[in-house]
């Protein structure tokens, strides 16, 4: 039992600091053009492969904007 709650205890503060991270569109997007580069996204998400960011660019911009964004960061559980 003890076990469990340790671990829910550990969910429940890593969650909040992941998504605090990652920051909100306006944050991430560092030029402030609406959109989020390839290396914008990896600035708060290191591990983000360019499969997953042109999947998840579904206009075909080369960017994502924030739909997209919020979409991918979804996708991926963070």
Do not use: H, Y
């Not at 306006?26 to 983000?48: H, M, T, Y």
């Not at 660019?57 to 739909?67: E, F, I, R, W, Y």
């Amino acid at each position: 039992m003890r076990t469990i709650l340790a671990a829910m205890a550990v969910v429940a503060l890593t969650v909040p600091a992941i998504a605090q991270s990652i920051g909100d569109f306006e944050s991430v997007d560092a030029d402030q053009d609406g959109s989020v580069s390839l290396r914008e996204g990896r600035v708060v998400i290191p591990d983000l492969s360019e499969a997953d960011f042109t999947a998840a660019d579904t206009d075909g911009s080369g960017q994502l904007n924030q739909q997209e964004f919020e979409a991918l960061v979804a996708k991926l559980g963070l």
